[in-house]
């Protein structure tokens, strides 16, 4: 059965606090992993990844897929209060349904 | 990203009415848009997902008479909740694909007196 396990469930850290975030999978057929952020509303989309070993970036946030361990982090460096969300982990296998992690709510505090 | 428009945001009806949400995809095309629903503290749980031109493809347990989904164009699928009961009061979130990824609407939150 294809599932996603995020890690830790919750997080609370001070601002300027690294963090990382742990996502592992199975799926049957591997299509690509996303990152979307929640807050109050729907998620936002923050990253896709195909392929093993290539970092993605996007200022302080940063993402890498393990495919051979089954496992993806998402890191988050000098963290502020507007990064407290729920981070998703979501697989989209060949179906293009997605799978979802659990989420990991982080707390970002002052 | 692509924009996805969802609407209303919030929507507030009495027991036994319908209540129609609209997901638009702003900038793309989406042949295939997806419905979820979301309770506190719960990841998204895949409702339907709707086909353009053809009727939906429901989820097991997701009573597709309650939830009529239509999906008349490329950009537009609406989710119709019918004779609405508080226990549908929920969080109602779409999204469409484009270029392998999802983008969500901003979800509608339907609430049931």
């Known amino acids: 059965e294809d599932k996603v396990v995020q890690s830790p469930l919750s997080l609370v850290v001070h601002e300027g606090d690294t963090v990382t975030l742990n996502c592992s999978y199975e799926v049957t057929n591997f299509r690509s992993l996303l990152w979307y952020k929640q807050e109050k509303k729907a998620p936002t989309f923050l990253f896709m990844l195909t392929s093993s070993g290539i970092e993605k970036k996007s200022g302080r946030l940063s993402s890498i897929l393990d495919k051979k361990e089954l496992f993806s982090i998402l890191n988050i460096t000098a963290t502020q209060t507007g990064d407290s969300a729920v981070y998703l982990c979501v697989l989209s296998g060949n179906t293009g349904k997605l799978i979802f992690g659990q989420g990991t709510t982080l707390q970002v505090k002052p | 990203g692509a924009v996805v428009s969802q609407h209303p945001s919030w929507v507030i009806c009495k027991s036994g009415t319908s209540v129609k949400i609209e997901c638009r995809s702003l900038d793309f095309q989406a042949t295939t848009m997806f419905w979820y629903r979301q309770f506190p503290k719960q990841s998204l749980m895949l409702m339907a997902t709707s086909n353009e031109g053809s009727k939906a493809t429901y989820e097991q347990g997701v009573e597709k008479d309650k939830f009529l989904i239509n999906h008349a164009s490329l950009t537009l699928s609406t989710l119709t909740v019918t004779s609405a009961h508080p226990e549908d009061s929920s969080f109602y979130i779409c999204?469409?694909?484009?270029?392998?990824?999802?983008?969500f609407g901003a979800g509608t939150r339907l609430s049931v007196l």
């Open positions: 999204s469409a694909s484009t270029g392998n990824i999802q983008y």
